[in-house]
């Protein structure tokens, strides 16, 4: 179990040691993850856990991003062989369950998974996802994205988060298209029970 200790141990770390913008960012995650994780029953602590632990490897040299992934066994794929900063989220986790004790897989997955998303993802890890790419401070956010984030599911949420990715000309990562696909057919398989 989470504590609120645990937090506040996490939430210190990253205000002593990431960049006063990175910070804003954080806390902007943090705010829009609590907001989640309330409307949809899921545990605030641990949101608050992953949401100020989620980037607390994002401004790491190449080098320790590599090393802490591996601890956890990271095998690389092309995407993160080719932009090793996409090893910000695993390496942030392995921190999280070394350096802070923290076991719930939930939580790791979230943070492990929240630049990129992945297949089966949870409703942490899609309060996680959606809080990193919609809070209040990216200069991106658009009137639809905040309505996506003000009413319908989380698979709902992320689908709008991916359409944007793609409005924007980002090149999909390999992980991303499978997010897509696997919460698009379970989202016809919602409506069809409806
Ligand atoms: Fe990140
Ligand atoms: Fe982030």
């Given amino acids: 179990m989470i504590t609120e200790s645990t937090v506040r141990e996490i939430r210190?770390?990253?205000?002593?040691?990431?960049?006063?913008?990175?910070?804003?960012?954080i806390e902007g995650v943090v705010v829009l993850c609590d907001r989640l994780c309330r409307r949809f029953c899921l545990s605030p602590v641990a949101g608050a856990a992953a949401a100020?632990?989620?980037d607390l490897a994002r401004e790491w040299p190449e080098h320790e991003l590599l090393a802490w992934a591996a601890r956890d066994g990271?095998?690389?794929?092309?995407?993160?062989?080719?932009?090793p900063v996409l090893l910000?989220?695993?390496?942030?986790?392995?921190?999280?369950?070394?350096?802070?004790?923290?076991?719930?897989p939930d939580v790791l997955s979230a943070v492990r998974h929240h630049t990129l998303g992945r297949a089966g993802?949870?409703?942490?890890?899609?309060?996680?996802?959606?809080?990193?790419?919609?809070?209040?401070?990216?200069?991106?956010?658009?009137?639809?994205?905040r309505a996506a984030c003000n009413g319908g599911s989380l698979p709902r949420m992320v689908l709008?988060?991916?359409n944007d990715l793609g409005r924007r000309g980002f090149p999909v990562a390999g992980s991303t298209r499978e997010m897509v696909a696997d919460l698009t057919q379970r989202l016809k398989v919602m409506e069809a029970h409806a």
């Fill in 12 to 25: 210190e770390r990253v205000e002593s040691t990431v960049s006063p913008k990175r910070l804003r960012h």
């Fill in 52 to 54: 100020w632990g989620h």
């Fill in 74 to 83: 990271e095998v690389l794929d092309d995407e993160q062989r080719a932009h």
């Fill in 121 to 145: 993802m949870t409703d942490l890890e899609m309060a996680v996802y959606v809080a990193d790419y919609c809070e209040e401070g990216r200069p991106f956010l658009t009137d639809e994205l």
């Fill in 160 to 162: 709008a988060v991916a």
């Fill in 88 to 104: 910000h989220g695993p390496a942030a986790a392995a921190v999280l369950r070394v350096e802070y004790d923290i076991a719930d």
